[in-house]
Antibody, heavy 119, light 112 residues
Framework: EVQLVESGGGLVQPGGSLRLSCAASGFIFSTYWLHWVRQVPGKGLLWVARISSDGSSTTYADSVKGRFTISRDNAKNTLYLQMNGLRAEDTAVYYC????????????WGQGTTVTVSS | DIVMTQTPLSSPVTLGQPASISCRSSQSLVHSDGNTYLSWLQQRPGRPPRLLIYKISNLFSGVPDRFSGSGAGTDFTLKISRVEAEDVGVYYCMQATLFPYTFGQGTKLEIK
């Protein structure tokens, strides 16, 4: 079964750091681009970042550029999101998602992990 | 950024009746490669988003054929031919033609 499982969310103070992980299974991890998308509780979806299949190319939303870093370990089938300088407005559920070049969209989504930034 | 505008934001529907959601983009979603990267996602209560339709009108694997998508350029529509109880949730359109990828605000489908 194709699966993405996020972890690492929690409560952090403003200005703090957190690293999210997304463990993949059921597909050839190293051949897919991957994304992070977040959702403020009760609100809509916001694209955060993406990374190429080999990790050499990354792209970020303006709202997180310079504070968040997306990376991956293809040997461990795991995607990461390092979040520094966290702000209250970063509070959200963070989803990792697989990009399908065939479908031209994100075809597999994880269940999400919750990040709360508050003092 | 491309702005995706969905209407209505809420849609109360009777079981067995059709439902329709509109999505309009602030600029054309036709990519230079000729494809239009407009997809529809469903988010049931307490669940992550799930892909329903890709490239305007193509049904994703396992999605019931009561769902259909149509449109072109900047105007797109998701239709459910006969709403079932399991269809309750929020529906999002999403564009992946230009960065940053953007989503509509979501349309909440509920049963009357």
């Amino acid at each position: 079964e194709v699966q993405l499982v996020e972890s690492g969310g929690g409560l952090v103070q403003p200005g703090g750091s957190l690293r999210l992980s997304c463990a993949a299974s059921g597909f050839i991890f190293s051949t897919y681009w991957l994304h992070w998308v977040r959702q403020v509780p009760g609100k809509g979806l916001l694209w955060v970042a993406r990374i190429s299949s080999d990790g050499s190319s990354t792209t970020y939303a303006d709202s997180v550029k310079g504070r968040f870093t997306i990376s991956r370990d293809n040997a461990k089938n795991t995607l990461y999101l390092q979040m520094n300088g966290l702000r209250a407005e970063d509070t959200a559920v963070y989803y990792c998602a697989r990009w399908s070049g065939y479908y031209g969209t994100m075809d597999v989504w994880g269940q999400g992990t919750t990040v709360t930034v508050s003092s | 950024d491309i702005v995706m505008t969905q209407t209505p934001l809420s849609s109360p529907v009777t079981l067995g009746q059709p439902a329709s959601i509109s999505c309009r983009s602030s600029q054309s979603l036709v990519h230079s490669d000729g494809n239009t990267y407009l997809s529809w996602l469903q988010q049931r209560p307490g669940r992550p988003p799930r892909l329903l339709i890709y490239k305007i009108s193509n049904l994703f694997s396992g999605v019931p054929d009561r769902f259909s998508g149509s449109g072109a350029g900047t105007d797109f529509t998701l239709k459910i031919s006969r709403v079932e109880a399991e269809d309750v949730g929020v529906y999002y359109c999403m564009q992946a033609t230009l960065f940053p990828y953007t989503f509509g605000q979501g349309t909440k489908l509920e049963i009357k």
